[in-house]
């Protein structure tokens, strides 16, 4: 039985594994560089949250999210990474934690939920697509690096 609930401190070791885990399925192993001791000081400090999915006392996906501001809409959830284990793909799991997570933007008023997809993740867009979310294809990522 899968059991979707609030991430606790606890469990940050399993959701920054799953992180690393979709760095590998998304082609960049080496790209997570955030540790342990990041995620623990960052969840206390109150800057992420995250809902898990749970098998077995095991957790095997996770949708990761933070409050953030859109100009032109206001109250924003951001969902940084929704991951299910390769093993448990195909079961659900990425819908109940998806909409978990939309649950929890609109309780906490959002009236925006964004996030990212790679074009080349087909699966992935089809799934939003089929969640009634809008895939923008005019807009493009920029990052500047700090460290």
């Known amino acids: 039985m899968t059991i979707i609930r609030k991430a606790q401190y606890v469990d940050l070791e399993s959701i920054r594994e799953m992180v690393v885990e979709l760095a590998i399925f998304e082609r960049e192993p080496d790209a997570v560089t955030a540790t342990l001791a990041d995620y623990q000081k960052l969840f206390k400090e109150g800057l992420f949250d995250c809902i898990v999915a749970e098998i077995d006392n095991r957790i095997i996906g996770i949708a990761l999210y933070y409050d953030t501001f859109s100009t032109w809409k206001g109250k924003m959830m951001y969902l940084e990474d929704i991951v299910v284990h ?62």
């Not at 939309?102 to 009236?111: M, P």
């Open 86 to 147: 390769q093993t448990y793909r195909n079961q659900g799991i990425g819908s109940l934690l998806f909409e978990a997570f939309i649950k929890e933007a609109k309780e906490n008023g959002a009236v925006l939920a964004k996030w990212q997809v790679l074009d080349w993740n087909k699966d992935a867009i089809k799934f939003y697509e089929n969640k009634k979310a809008y895939v923008e294809k005019g807009w493009w990522n920029v990052k500047f690096n700090l460290k």
